[in-house]
């Protein structure tokens, strides 16, 4: 997907390497940071070569490692002055507490000094480190500076203990480079999304359910934050990774997901139904497990129509509803726009290649009034974007 935006492509990166376990992570931070299209230098400390070697970081980001303050006298002011973004990964104690008292004392904490833009730090310790009072006053400097932090999480620390301090995964960190790369137009909306299927239970252990993975709308929610927003994430059964930052609230059936909607409507500014809510429910669950018989009739009803009910309100939010079919006209997507007010519509035959359920792309068609914009196939960060572009220039 050559021409969709990406916000790391032709990017910058200085990535800063310390001292700690965790500094094996940086390959694959470069690898995946490359596979976005950015470009990465790699500064590594001298206690770094301990943990990952300047040759592997070499071939990992095809460029010469640096390391030496002294071997390139104007590395410190140039590799600075070339890069986007300054992102430390693992972040020891040690640079923390450099960095938040001005101390440049080799090249990495001196081209933090000299540099000039956005500074991301993943720190990554054991847990006694990071909890330690002088730690955290450090730490507590650098964000109020407006360094931006990810991570670190709570599991087993590889000295054998468990305990927060585990460097942010990987995804996570290019999650927040990204974020702090884009451009804040949401910064005030309140969204709420919704992602996944719902499931309608016949009885104890039996439920009506779809193929909806949910990550439509995990990307429309990822995106929505990396771009300032607010963001409610109510979401229905699947084994995504809940976005850092959202306020999610988890749901199994449709009248759950009305129920919550229904919750956060009045706050929200906009509304994005994202999930395949069942259209139907059975009319009554059975307390018991069915017994096995010949046959089972099933009585189902009319589950509740969530964008409709939003749709009636006197203060309605801006409604973005899905339209998935199985055939190529848009003509019923147009009709469900007008007759449940909605904003926008998305339009995808989930027959198609690359579009619909669990697949990492979708192909679809923006309609909005008489006006209809078909996307080619990309990938569902990119749908989200595109989505929230047209959006932003409706309101605007
Ligand atoms: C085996 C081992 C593992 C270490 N892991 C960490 C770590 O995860 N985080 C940390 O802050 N320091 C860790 N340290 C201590 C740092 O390596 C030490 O503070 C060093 O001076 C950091 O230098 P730098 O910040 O210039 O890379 C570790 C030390 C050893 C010997």
Same mark, same amino acid.
Request: net charge positive; aromatic share 6%; with cysteine.
């Given at each position: 997907?050559?021409?969709?935006?990406?916000? #790391?492509?032709?990017?910058?990166?200085?990535?800063? !390497?310390?001292? $700690?376990?965790?500094?094996?992570?940086?390959?694959?931070?470069?690898? =995946?940071?490359?596979?976005?299209?950015?470009?990465?230098?790699?500064?590594?400390? $001298?206690?770094?070569?301990?943990?990952? +070697?300047? *040759?592997? *970081? %070499?071939?990992?980001?095809?460029?010469?490692?640096?390391?030496?303050?002294?071997?390139?006298?104007?590395?410190?002011?140039?590799?600075?002055?070339?890069?986007?973004?300054?992102?430390?990964?693992?972040?020891?104690?040690?640079?923390? $507490?450099?960095?938040?008292? $001005? &101390?440049?004392?080799?090249?990495?904490?001196?081209?933090? #000094?000299?540099?000039?833009?956005?500074?991301?730090?993943?720190?990554? @310790?054991?847990? =006694? @480190?990071?909890?330690?009072?002088?730690?955290?006053?450090?730490?507590?400097? *650098?964000?109020?500076?407006?360094?931006?932090?990810? /991570?670190?999480?709570?599991?087993?620390?590889?000295?054998?203990?468990?305990?927060?301090?585990?460097?942010?995964?990987?995804?996570?960190?290019? %999650?927040?480079?990204?974020?702090? *790369?884009?451009?804040?137009?949401?910064?005030?909306?309140?969204?709420?999304?919704?992602?996944?299927?719902?499931?309608?239970?016949?009885?104890?252990?039996?439920?009506?359910?779809?193929?909806?993975?949910?990550?439509?709308?995990?990307?429309?929610?990822?995106?929505?934050?990396?771009?300032?927003?607010?963001?409610?994430? &109510?979401?229905?059964?699947?084994?995504?990774?809940?976005?850092?930052? !959202?306020?999610?609230?988890? !749901?199994?059936?449709?009248?759950?997901?009305?129920?919550?909607?229904? /919750?956060?409507?009045?706050?929200?500014?906009?509304?994005?139904?994202?999930?395949?809510?069942?259209?139907?429910?059975?009319?009554?669950?059975?307390?018991?497990?069915?017994?096995?018989?010949?046959? #089972?009739?099933?009585?189902?009803?009319?589950?509740?129509?969530?964008?409709?009910?939003?749709?009636?309100?006197?203060?309605?939010?801006?409604?973005?509803?899905?339209?998935?079919?199985?055939?190529?006209?848009?003509?019923?997507?147009?009709?469900?726009?007008?007759?449940?007010? @909605?904003?926008?519509?998305?339009?995808?035959?989930?027959?198609?290649?690359?579009? /619909?359920?669990?697949?990492? +792309?979708?192909?679809?068609?923006?309609?909005?009034?008489?006006?209809?914009?078909?996307?080619?196939?990309?990938?569902?960060?990119?749908?989200?974007?595109?989505?929230?572009?047209?959006?932003?220039?409706?309101?605007?």
């Amino acid at each position: 997907m050559k021409n969709e935006r990406k916000v #790391l492509r032709n990017k910058s990166i200085l990535l800063g !390497v310390t001292g $700690g376990v965790a500094a094996y992570k940086s390959l694959d931070l470069i690898r =995946r940071l490359r596979e976005e299209g950015s470009s990465v230098k790699v500064i590594m400390t $001298g206690a770094a070569k301990n943990f990952a +070697t300047p *040759l592997s *970081l %070499e071939v990992a980001s095809g460029h010469r490692v640096c390391a030496d303050i002294f071997s390139d006298p104007m590395s410190h002011i140039t590799l600075p002055a070339d890069a986007d973004i300054f992102v430390i990964a693992p972040a020891t104690a040690n640079i923390i $507490g450099k960095f938040a008292n $001005g &101390i440049a004392d080799d090249l990495l904490s001196t081209c933090l #000094l000299s540099f000039r833009g956005k500074i991301v730090i993943a720190p990554a @310790m054991n847990w =006694r @480190m990071y909890e330690n009072p002088v730690f955290r006053k450090n730490l507590k400097t *650098l964000l109020s500076l407006g360094v931006i932090q990810v /991570g670190p999480e709570k599991g087993s620390l590889a000295c054998g203990e468990e305990g927060i301090g585990k460097m942010a995964d990987v995804p996570d960190i290019i %999650e927040s480079l990204k974020s702090a *790369l884009a451009n804040k137009d949401l910064l005030n909306e309140n969204i709420l999304v919704t992602a996944g299927p719902t499931r309608e239970y016949l009885d104890p252990v039996r439920f009506l359910s779809n193929r909806s993975s949910g990550k439509m709308g995990y990307a429309i929610a990822r995106a929505a934050l990396r771009r300032g927003a607010e963001v409610t994430l &109510i979401s229905g059964p699947s084994s995504l990774d809940k976005p850092k930052g !959202v306020h999610f609230i988890s !749901v199994e059936t449709a009248w759950d997901m009305f129920n919550a909607v229904a /919750g956060e409507l009045p706050s929200s500014t906009v509304l994005i139904m994202a999930a395949a809510v069942s259209d139907f429910t059975p009319a009554k669950m059975s307390q018991k497990k069915l017994e096995k018989s010949e046959k #089972l009739i099933l009585h189902l009803e009319r589950s509740p129509d969530i964008i409709a009910a939003a749709g009636k309100k006197k203060k309605k939010p801006f409604i973005i509803g899905f339209a998935a079919e199985t055939g190529r006209k848009t003509e019923n997507a147009r009709k469900k726009l007008k007759e449940k007010n @909605m904003d926008m519509i998305i339009f995808n035959d989930v027959t198609e290649a690359g579009a /619909g359920f669990d697949v990492d +792309t979708n192909k679809v068609v923006i309609i909005e009034g008489e006006k209809e914009i078909s996307l080619p196939v990309l990938s569902k960060d990119a749908v989200a974007d595109a989505i929230l572009d047209r959006m932003v220039k409706i309101r605007a």
